[in-house]
């Protein structure tokens, strides 16, 4: 199956920085490349996703790149604020019996700690 | 919509009891998925169902997990016997087609 790997599994920033995360998945057959956000005593919840047809997709202060040829995808926050502290997963996903999407495969998580 | 309904939030049991925790899903979607959290392991997929069959269940721990969805809107995670290396956060999620996934909240299992 799939393997997606996080890093880094820590990240601080000061508030008003950007923060990064970067993912690698192994299967290139995968098209579908979700991130959530988890705070704490909730569930994930996905913030922005990306399929393989795009390269860069941007919503406000987050973005993310997709680069297919070298298996690797990233989160980038733009003027972090002390809210955007949470644990944040990166998934990917491949076809799955003819349904457009599969089961996701989550890295293991990045704790971002925004600093005021 | 209320999103993916979880039930218990929290559930602390004795070694040996059966624990079942429940779940709703977004009304319309088709797809559902039980997952488990633990900092040793993070996110694992137990068990998916679509259209409310079982498709791949290679990550139920052992027999002494089973899961059920006896209807479009609710799904049952059982185990039994219990043991304490079970403590965990189980999530509970939900997507349409081919949509992005909706967690529900979680339930704590604390197995003592």
């Known amino acids: 199956g799939e393997n997606v790997e996080q890093h880094p599994s820590t990240l601080s920033v000061q508030e008003g920085d950007s923060a990064v995360i970067k993912c690698t998945y192994s299967d290139s057959a995968s098209n579908y490349f979700p991130w959530y956000k988890q705070e704490l005593g909730k569930g994930p919840q996905l913030i922005i996703d990306i399929r393989s047809n795009v390269g860069e997709k941007k919503d406000q202060r987050i973005a993310v790149t997709l680069n297919k040829t070298a298996k690797h995808f990233s989160l980038h926050i733009t003027e972090t604020q002390p809210e955007d502290s949470a644990v944040y997963f990166c998934?990917?996903?491949?076809?799955?019996?003819?349904?457009?999407?599969?089961?996701?495969?989550f890295g293991r998580g990045t704790q971002l700690t925004v600093w005021p | 919509d209320a999103g993916v309904i979880q039930s218990p939030r929290h559930e602390v049991t004795e070694m040996g009891q059966e624990v079942t925790l429940r779940c709703k899903p977004i009304?319309?979607?088709?797809?559902l998925f039980w997952y488990r959290q633990t900092m040793m392991r993070g996110l694992e997929l137990l068990i998916y169902?679509?259209?409310?069959?079982?498709?791949?269940d290679s990550g139920m721990p052992e027999d002494r997990f089973s899961a059920k969805m006896p209807n479009a809107s609710f799904s049952t995670l059982k185990i039994q016997p219990s043991e304490p290396r079970d403590s965990a956060v189980y999530f509970c999620?939900?997507?349409?087609?081919?949509?992005?996934?909706?967690f529900g909240s979680g339930t704590r299992l604390t197995v003592v």
């Open positions: 999620a939900s997507r349409a087609g081919g949509a992005g996934y909706t």
């Open positions: 998934a990917a996903s491949s076809r799955d019996r003819g349904s457009t999407l599969g089961r996701l495969y």
């Open positions: 169902f679509n259209n409310n069959v079982p498709i791949d």
């Open positions: 009304s319309g979607h088709d797809y």
